[in-house]
């Protein structure tokens, strides 16, 4: 079985530029999109937001089956910044694993076919952009970031968390929440968070961006700025990462 790491070499200036400037437009954006908002546009949203939540919680049992299956080969599963090395800054070794699902709209295929229980359930939700198994090793620290749009909303299932709940969290703003199993919390991740879990156990959630709920006119602008995310390097490389690092699996 082949172990050897993905090289993430320094991305070229240009993408480097393009990016930067593609997330400051996406988080000027946000006033606007608060404006055309359906939903709360605080740090933490209520499950009520969606009537999907009780059938994720539902699939949990399902779920972690599959994450139990592809951690029997830990070495096999890539660290974040291995896929997307625009999160260098805050993956660092191999403390924070990641195993996509989707990547803003582009299936996985390869990934789903691994875990197809999973991938049923999330095939379910409507409006989901993104989805990966986000798999944390004990004593590691997210630094504090935000997430580059506020077109979506995340939500986790708790699907593996230690048994010392109250010592792994995540701040999303001035808020602290603490996942369960077979729980979901909601929030808006273009405010700052961060996460740490000062446990000795794996900390494992399955994450997922979600469309946010939004007018007619917040609607069609959120359709362009999908259109301009998937045509990115920020989303283009990941996925070609992905497709690489499966076909030197034998996936």
Known sequence: MNTTPMETPQAPLWRRLLIRGGKRFLRWSGDFEAKHSLVATTPVLDNGTFDWVPRLEAAWPEIRAELDHILEHPEDIPAFHQISPDQK?????????????????????????????????????????????????????????????????????????????RNVWIRVHDQFLHWHEGKVV??????????????DELRAVLFID????????????????????????????PLKNIQAWGRARGR
């Not at 979600?210 to 989303?235: E, H």
């Open 89 to 165: 800054r805050i993956s660092k070794g191999d403390n924070w694993k990641t195993f996509g699902f989707y990547v803003y709209g582009k299936r996985v295929d390869e990934n789903c076919a691994v875990c197809p229980r999973t991938a049923a359930v999330l095939d379910t939700l409507p409006g989901m952009r993104s989805a990966m198994f986000s798999i944390l090793k004990p004593g590691y620290h997210i630094a504090p970031h935000k997430g580059p749009t506020r077109a979506v909303i995340r939500a986790h299932l708790g699907v593996m968390v230690p048994k010392d709940w």
């Open 186 to 199: 909601l929030f808006d991740d273009s405010y700052e968070h961060e996460v740490k879990n000062d446990t």
């Open 210 to 237: 979600i469309d946010r709920p939004m007018d007619k006119l917040g609607t069609a602008f959120n359709r362009l700025i999908f259109w301009l995310i998937q045509a990115s390097p920020y989303v283009r490389q």
